[in-house]
């Protein structure tokens, strides 16, 4: 919703000033089409030479994070602690027992509780093969903390792609605005003969393409990867969450500090309270009860 706001104001201001200050869309109406076909034209080419298909298809659907947000909320924060905690102790007492869980979490009693988080094979894996190496006496807390560090860094720079590819499309928009106005003003020369008024609109029309390339650089496409490179960074804050649990469990912790290092490793507008937390874990603790 923010950034359909954020769109809206962009225009409102950026034309409403313009039209305020005196100036006239007819211009700008006429060359449009044919400056947004060289601009938008151009860009999409750059764009498809400098990316495979996998990350055109990732960078489409990572659009939709402008306006959606990060995925995971603070009740997922809560829910996934509740999750692990029960995890740590069905582990501790019963290590055959989280097995089960662990190696078939489709159809685990816990992990259905918390269909959101199941239905995200990354997190899932994480935490299953956590708990798996740790069963197979893998469990030096440095070296794990190290394995872990390095997959979600991996997994964040992945995601971090599409980002990455509409900021380098804005950086190049400005340059492909002043390629269209170039071809304007060579369009113009052509008709040096004419009288003032139409070189006059000549002119603007070419000074159009000059325009629209920062104008989308700098107003839609470079907002739009600032944005989606911030909702990838926050989600991933989620992954951390499970490793910092983890490896506080791989330290023998008792089962309630891993979780609340966990909560205390959360980003603080998103951090389950204290006495939230407890209350969850209690109904969690009734209902294995």
Not at 29 to 55: C, H, Q, R, W, Y
Request: charged share 20%.
């Amino acid at each position: 919703m923010l950034g359909i706001v954020g769109i809206v104001v962009i225009f409102v201001m950026v034309f409403g000033g313009y039209l305020l200050a005196g100036g006239k869309m007819a211009i700008i109406i006429k060359a449009m089409p044919f400056e947004l076909m060289m601009i938008g034209g151009a860009g999409v080419g750059a764009f498809l030479i400098s990316n495979d298909m996998g990350g055109v298809k990732h960078t489409l659907k990572d659009l939709g994070k402008v306006f959606k947000g990060p995925k995971w909320k603070a009740d997922d924060y809560r829910d996934l602690l509740c999750l692990l905690f029960t995890l740590i102790r069905i582990a501790r007492a019963n290590p055959v027992e989280v097995e089960q869980h662990i190696e078939d979490p489709e159809n685990s009693s816990v992990f259905n509780r918390y269909p959101k988080i199941l239905a995200d094979k990354e997190a899932v894996n994480l935490i299953s093969d956590t708990m798996r190496s740790a069963s197979m006496n893998y469990d030096d807390p440095h070296q794990v903390e190290e394995v872990l560090e390095k997959r979600i860094e991996a997994n964040l720079h992945h995601a971090l792609h599409s980002s990455h590819a509409l900021q380098t499309l804005a950086d190049g928009l400005p340059a492909l605005g002043i390629v269209a106005a170039v071809l304007g003003i060579i369009k113009t020369m052509g008709s040096i003969d004419q009288p003032p008024e139409v070189l006059g609109k000549l002119i603007g029309g070419a000074l159009v393409g000059t325009f629209l390339g920062v104008f989308l650089a700098y107003g839609l496409v470079g907002p739009f990867a600032g944005k989606v490179k911030s909702v990838v960074e926050e989600d991933g804050h989620f992954y951390s969450l499970i490793r910092e649990v983890l490896v506080a469990n791989l330290h023998n912790h008792a089962a309630a500090i891993c979780i609340e290092v966990g909560r205390q490793n959360t980003p603080s507008h998103i951090r389950p309270g204290f006495s939230e937390l407890e209350e969850a874990l209690k109904s969690v603790k009734q209902d294995a009860a």
